[in-house]
């Protein structure tokens, strides 16, 4: 990753802590901050110890009279004073024509090719608010990139952010601006990922780590508060899931069958999903991950539930399906760890939750705190589990299926211990009372797929 811009000093003392952090972290990439037309803003990033600035000016002129109030010489005549007040003081200077996809085409090449004679490093193509098609795209970066070096800068009000990316970078950027998962403005910037990926994927051009993407992206996502789309490309949960039966079957045979490129080239696992869709051979083998083995009438007997609970609007997990296989089977499930009581309290300064648990023949009571009530009882659990409780709580996801003040909510959690891993979604109107039946009956699936005792720690 060759540049960072890092923040805009000029928001904020709080932004301006968070660029410097950046610039101490001793990173081999340019640290930029974005910096407006202003010399101020320049005297901020330097403050930060920045390398560089990616300087917004702008173009059209419905920026240019209805937002500054100036005239297009005033632009350009503003413009390369700033360029040469910022390389003066040692900075890297890319300079950014602003709404650049609505300006006059002889106008921005003007206005940009000013800034590199000044002294720039580099323009910057910007369709900052998703405007442009491919073909005008292009035909922009053209004139620029045979000015000097040129970069490009997409947005996806359209959905053509990533198109307009590869189109620009056809007719001559060298650089592109992206946002991990698309992360931006109004609909977002063309996404890292996808810019990354498809460099590789279709062009044999390697950029960046391929395999951290889908890391990166949770970690992102968990940090901006904003969710993933399961069907997001690349990182979607649902980008590398199979619940066709003709796909599933297809991909048991070639795990390509149905694929681009393997899920792992990002990070990723191949995923067999339970739903309306789905066939004899999924089915078979979702449950051979649990080793169980189905076959003939009773194959097509869960096959059948597995598609009319699907058909009632809801997400079989593997719960679901082994209920449904241990049902038609008419065996009696063996349970290792059962809730049978729960009592949490967040009133406090300390959030804490008290459990009462049946652990194979004995009974176990504990008690735990944490950040929520949820956090306390899931603490309490794993505190009466002992070591039996180091399974990985790999994902949990909470929906609300009904309105109002006494909603009831579904919990589903993913949890893995070893090679196995299994989902459970549990409803009610308590999500204290949801989470924690979804995570014991997740560790119960997973003890009882072993043998080993589940000792009480001392």
Same mark, same amino acid.
């Given at each position: 990753? &060759?540049?960072?811009?890092?923040?805009?000093?000029?928001? +904020?003392?709080?932004?301006?802590?968070?660029?410097?952090?950046?610039?101490?972290?001793?990173?081999?990439?340019?640290?930029?901050?974005?910096?407006?037309?202003?010399?101020?803003?320049?005297?901020?990033?330097?403050?930060?110890?920045?390398?560089?600035?990616?300087?917004?000016? &702008?173009?059209?002129?419905?920026?240019?009279?209805?937002?500054?109030?100036?005239?297009?010489?005033?632009?350009?005549?503003?413009?390369?004073?700033?360029?040469?007040?910022?390389?003066?003081?040692?900075?890297?200077? *890319?300079?950014?024509?602003?709404?650049?996809?609505?300006?006059?085409?002889?106008?921005?090449?003007?206005?940009?090719?000013?800034?590199?004679?000044?002294?720039?490093?580099?323009?910057?193509?910007?369709?900052?608010?998703? $405007?442009?098609?491919?073909?005008?795209?292009?035909?922009?970066?053209?004139?620029?990139? *045979?000015? +000097?070096?040129? !970069?490009? @800068?997409?947005?996806?009000?359209?959905?053509?952010?990533?198109?307009?990316?590869?189109?620009?970078?056809?007719?001559?950027?060298?650089?592109? @601006?992206?946002?991990?998962?698309?992360?931006?403005? /109004?609909?977002?910037?063309?996404?890292?990922?996808?810019?990354?990926?498809?460099?590789? $994927?279709?062009?044999?051009?390697?950029?960046?780590?391929?395999?951290?993407?889908?890391?990166?992206?949770?970690?992102?996502?968990?940090?901006?508060?904003?969710?993933?789309?399961?069907?997001?490309?690349?990182?979607?949960?649902?980008?590398?899931? $199979?619940?066709?039966?003709?796909?599933?079957? #297809?991909?048991?045979?070639?795990?390509?069958?149905?694929?681009?490129?393997?899920?792992?080239?990002?990070?990723?696992? %191949?995923?067999?999903?339970?739903?309306?869709?789905?066939? %004899?051979?999924?089915? /078979?083998?979702?449950?051979?991950? @649990?080793?169980?083995?189905?076959? #003939?009438?009773?194959?097509?007997?869960?096959?059948?539930?597995?598609?009319?609970?699907?058909?009632?609007?809801?997400?079989?997990?593997?719960?679901?399906?082994?209920?449904?296989?241990?049902?038609?089977? #008419?065996?009696?499930?063996?349970? /290792?760890?059962?809730?049978?009581?729960?009592?949490?309290? !967040? =009133?406090?300064?300390?959030?804490?939750?008290?459990?009462?648990?049946?652990?194979?023949?004995? *009974?176990?009571?504990?008690?735990?705190?944490?950040?929520?009530?949820?956090?306390?009882?899931?603490?309490?659990?794993?505190?009466?589990? =002992?070591?039996?409780?180091?399974?990985?709580?790999? !994902?949990? $996801?909470?929906?609300?299926?009904?309105?109002?003040?006494?909603?009831?909510?579904?919990?589903?959690?993913?949890?893995?211990?070893?090679?196995?891993?299994?989902?459970?979604?549990?409803?009610?109107?308590?999500?204290? /009372?949801?989470?924690?039946?979804?995570?014991?009956?997740?560790?119960?699936?997973?003890?009882?797929? =072993?043998?080993?005792?589940?000792?009480?720690?001392?």
């Amino acid at each position: 990753m &060759p540049y960072i811009e890092a923040g805009s000093a000029c928001t +904020g003392e709080g932004e301006r802590r968070t660029i410097s952090r950046v610039t101490d972290l001793g990173l081999d990439a340019t640290i930029t901050s974005f910096a407006r037309g202003v010399q101020s803003d320049v005297d901020l990033a330097l403050e930060c110890g920045v390398d560089g600035v990616n300087l917004v000016v &702008p173009a059209s002129d419905r920026h240019i009279e209805g937002k500054v109030g100036t005239t297009r010489d005033g632009v350009v005549e503003r413009t390369v004073e700033l360029v040469d007040y910022a390389t003066d003081h040692g900075l890297w200077v *890319e300079v950014i024509g602003e709404d650049g996809s609505r300006a006059d085409l002889d106008f921005l090449v003007e206005l940009l090719g000013g800034a590199l004679e000044a002294g720039a490093d580099r323009v910057c193509y910007a369709d900052t608010v998703g $405007h442009a098609g491919p073909d005008e795209a292009a035909e922009a970066v053209s004139r620029l990139a *045979e000015l +000097g070096p040129t !970069s490009t @800068h997409t947005h996806d009000d359209l959905g053509l952010g990533m198109a307009n990316t590869l189109a620009s970078v056809a007719a001559g950027a060298d650089l592109v @601006h992206t946002t991990v998962n698309g992360v931006g403005e /109004r609909a977002g910037n063309v996404a890292l990922e996808e810019v990354a990926i498809a460099f590789d $994927h279709s062009y044999g051009v390697e950029t960046v780590d391929t395999t951290q993407l889908y890391d990166l992206a949770g970690l992102v996502s968990r940090y901006t508060g904003v969710p993933l789309p399961p069907n997001k490309a690349v990182i979607g949960e649902n980008a590398f899931a $199979h619940e066709s039966g003709i796909h599933t079957d #297809g991909t048991l045979k070639d795990e390509r069958m149905y694929e681009p490129y393997s899920p792992e080239k990002v990070g990723r696992e %191949r995923r067999l999903v339970l739903g309306k869709h789905t066939g %004899r051979a999924g089915a /078979r083998a979702a449950l051979a991950e @649990h080793d169980v083995e189905v076959s #003939g009438a009773n194959l097509e007997e869960v096959v059948s539930r597995v598609k009319e609970l699907a058909d009632r609007g809801k997400r079989v997990t593997d719960a679901d399906l082994l209920a449904i296989t241990e049902d038609v089977r #008419g065996t009696e499930r063996e349970r /290792r760890v059962e809730l049978l009581d729960l009592t949490a309290a !967040s =009133g406090g300064a300390t959030p804490t939750a008290s459990v009462r648990l049946r652990v194979d023949d004995d *009974e176990r009571v504990a008690s735990g705190v944490g950040s929520g009530p949820v956090d306390a009882a899931v603490s309490a659990v794993r505190e009466a589990l =002992g070591s039996a409780a180091d399974a990985q709580l790999d !994902s949990y $996801h909470v929906d609300a299926i009904t309105g109002g003040t006494d909603a009831v909510v579904t919990v589903e959690v993913t949890m893995s211990r070893g090679d196995r891993t299994v989902t459970v979604a549990r409803s009610d109107a308590d999500i204290t /009372r949801a989470s924690v039946v979804a995570m014991v009956d997740a560790l119960d699936r997973l003890l009882v797929a =072993g043998s080993e005792p589940v000792p009480a720690d001392d």
